[in-house]
């Protein structure tokens, strides 16, 4: 067992793991954190993206151990103060850019990565920022139209983007 200490959602951590756990199982089994959701176990679907330090990332294929002295977090994470939906989540639902529901959490964290170092992206930007996570059940559209839309709300512009169908 290896003793990480970590801080997950603004909340200090320290656990002993075994070294070969992976990130996925440690927050979904040690922490109880379930938004993620282990779906391919190859880094091909997304549905597990968490932010390891800011940064988007598959935990299905990080080691817990990697994220010692790290900060992760998970659309768990993303709530604002009083509970209620971010603003990234909000925009997927009114935007209708949840289908099922599986890819959303890592759709969200992946768009949340992308808004932060891309503010304002156009919606090429947006298909490009979300290439590895995929859906089954929608076309993208209203995805790519939820990360346009939240784009707008954080930069406290009025206009709507367009997407192309």
Same mark, same amino acid.
């Given at each position: 067992?290896?003793?990480?200490?970590?801080?997950?959602?603004?909340?200090?951590?320290?656990?002993?793991?075994?070294?070969?756990?992976?990130?996925?199982?440690?927050?979904?089994?040690?922490?109880?954190?379930?938004?993620?959701?282990?779906?391919?176990?190859?880094?091909?679907?997304?549905?597990?993206?968490?932010?390891?330090? !800011?940064?988007?990332?598959?935990? @299905?294929?990080?080691?817990?151990?990697?994220?010692?002295? /790290? +900060? &992760?977090?998970? #659309?768990?994470?993303?709530?604002?103060?009083?509970?209620?939906l971010g603003v990234v989540q909000t925009a997927f639902r009114e935007n209708h850019?949840?289908?099922?529901?599986?890819?959303?959490?890592?759709?969200?964290?992946?768009?949340?990565?992308?808004?932060?170092?891309?503010?304002?992206?156009?919606?090429?930007?947006?298909?490009? !920022?979300?290439?590895?996570?995929? @859906?089954?059940?929608?076309?993208?559209?209203?995805?790519? /139209? +939820? &990360?346009?839309? #939240?784009?707008?709300?954080?930069?406290?512009?009025?206009?709507?983007?367009?997407?192309?169908?």
């Amino acid at each position: 067992m290896t003793e990480i200490k970590l801080t997950v959602n603004g909340v200090a951590r320290s656990d002993e793991v075994e070294p070969r756990l992976l990130l996925i199982h440690y927050l979904r089994e040690t922490l109880g954190l379930r938004a993620a959701n282990v779906g391919c176990d190859t880094t091909s679907c997304g549905a597990c993206t968490v932010l390891l330090d !800011g940064d988007s990332v598959k935990s @299905c294929t990080v080691l817990a151990v990697q994220a010692n002295d /790290r +900060s &992760v977090t998970t #659309a768990e994470g993303v709530v604002e103060a009083d509970g209620s939906l971010g603003v990234v989540q909000t925009a997927f639902r009114e935007n209708h850019g949840l289908q099922c529901g599986f890819c959303t959490p890592g759709m969200v964290m992946a768009a949340t990565s992308l808004l932060a170092e891309n503010p304002r992206p156009t919606e090429q930007e947006v298909r490009e !920022g979300l290439e590895g996570n995929f @859906c089954r059940c929608t076309g993208y559209h209203n995805i790519v /139209r +939820s &990360v346009l839309a #939240a784009a707008d709300k954080l930069s406290g512009s009025s206009s709507a983007s367009e997407v192309n169908a």
